[in-house]
Every structure is written in structure tokens, then in C-alpha cells.
């Protein structure tokens, strides 16, 4: 079946402006999660859903960021009053059940550029 | 806070070579540990997951250990080829959360 896609692959916004990504997990997917790749670093999580809900948003680096799953599959990332920091590439995964021990499948990404 | 690194941070070899990507985590509190690659603007695919009660896994020429007490990992890719070219990343889960814990990659490049 179909894999885990993302909305848009690329996306250049001004400083300010605000931002929505979207991701589309496996069907039937349960677990949904977010994290953001720097230039050269590793993934760092973001938020982790369980259904519609957030169960860990730990991850959010500040107030401007949020993420919503309203009927518990797709998922829109959005970022408020976007800032040059804000470039990165945005990933998002899913597994089965959210379940110790399960891998988590990717999707491409998103790359949000700030000017 | 979980911390994992990875050493080398790009490595270069002539095909054929047989090699070691090696990962470090300062918690050996972790649930499991699992082995990406990402191709240059794609997403992540799995390798191979160890278990923390685990000592490797193995799928064709790729091999991963685990010493979870000394908080260690490799990933050995015996006879290399171009196609492995790629950034390799190490994932940690550990007790604590859902979400992984990465280390920043090795970026391999295997020449013709």
C-alpha cells in the first residue's frame, strides 16, 4: 500500500508569515509523529500523537508551533510568524499501534526555506 | 537527556570494501535501536531494529550489534557498492518517550 506522503515537498514563506504542513500516514496507522531535520543534523522530535490526540508535544521548540490530527489520521503541522531559524526539513512518520518496540515508517519531508 | 552521536562523520571507500558506521548513547536505559538510511532530499527508510534485549540483526549484507551497557552500536556493510551511498543514522528509543533520539548520520560514499 501507500507509504507515508507529505504536503508540500518544498515550501518558501517570508519571515512572518505563517505556515501549514501536512502529512498523510499509512492507512490505519494509529501513531503519528513529527520531527525536524536540520542541514547535517539528525531528526528531533517534535510531537507525537495517539489518535486525534497529542500524547507527548514535548518536542515543540516554542508557542509559535502547533499541530493538530482531528480525526486521527492526517496531521497538519503549523508554524506561526515563521523566522529564518524555522528552515529545516520537516518529517513525519507513523507506525501501527504506537506500541514499544514498533518502527516508526518516514515520509519524504517537507523543506520549508524562511527568507 | 539522551545523547547519541556517531563516528565517522563521512567516510569514503573504493567499492568492495567492507566497513563499520559506529554509534554512541550516554542513557543505556533504551527500549530499542534502530539503523536508517536517507537519500539526498528523501525520507528515512528502516534497515534494521534491534531490541534491547537484543545482540544484532542481520538482513543480507548489513549487520548490527548492540552492547546496550556500554552504549554502543555498529552497523557493518560487508562488500560495499556505489548504491550504498548514503547518510546512515542510528535511532535510539528509549525508556522515557515514543520518539526516537537521533544521531546527527554518517554520510558514506562508496567510489567506482
Known amino acids: 500500500g501507500a507509504g507515508v506522503s507529505q504536503t508540500p515537498s518544498n515550501k518558501v514563506t517570508e519571515k512572518g508569515k505563517y505556515v501549514e504542513l501536512r502529512c498523510d500516514p499509512i492507512?490505519?496507522?494509529?501513531?503519528l509523529y513529527w520531527y525536524r531535520q536540520s542541514l547535517g543534523q539528525g531528526p528531533e522530535f517534535l510531537i507525537y500523537?495517539?489518535?486525534?490526540?497529542?500524547?507527548?508535544d514535548s518536542g515543540l521548540p516554542n508557542d509559535r508551533f502547533f499541530a493538530v490530527r482531528p480525526e486521527g489520521s492526517v496531521s497538519t503541522l503549523k508554524i506561526q510568524r515563521t523566522e529564518r531559524g524555522d528552515s529545516a526539513v520537516y518529517l513525519c512518520?507513523?507506525?501501527?499501534?504506537?506500541?514499544?518496540?514498533?518502527?516508526?515508517?518516514f515520509g519524504p519531508g517537507t523543506r520549508l526555506l524562511v527568507l | 537527556k539522551q545523547e547519541v552521536t556517531q563516528i565517522p562523520a563521512a567516510l569514503s571507500v573504493p567499492e568492495g570494501e567492507n566497513l563499520v558506521l559506529n554509534c554512541s548513547f550516554t542513557?543505556?536505559?533504551?527500549?530499542?535501536l534502530q539503523w536508517f538510511r536517507q537519500d539526498p532530499g528523501k525520507g528515512l527508510t528502516s534497515l534494521l531494529l534491534?531490541?534491547?534485549?537484543?545482540r544484532e540483526q542481520t538482513s543480507g549484507r548489513l549487520n548490527a550489534s548492540l552492547d546496550k551497557s556500554s552504549g554502543r552500536s555498529t552497523l557493518y556493510i560487508a562488500a560495499s557498492q556505489p548504491g550504498d551511498s548514503a547518510t546512515y543514522l542510528c535511532?535510539?528509543?528509549?525508556?522515557?518517550?515514543?520518539?526516537?533520539?537521533f544521531g546527527p548520520g554518517t554520510r558514506l560514499s562508496v567510489l567506482p
Open positions: 492507512s490505519g496507522h494509529t501513531a
Open positions: 542513557d543505556s536505559a533504551i527500549y530499542n
Open positions: 500523537f495517539q489518535g486525534t490526540g497529542a500524547a507527548d
Open positions: 512518520a507513523s507506525s501501527p499501534t504506537g506500541t514499544w518496540g514498533e518502527t516508526q515508517y
Open positions: 535511532a535510539v528509543r528509549d525508556n522515557y518517550g515514543q520518539n526516537f533520539v
Open positions: 534491534i531490541q534491547s534485549s537484543q
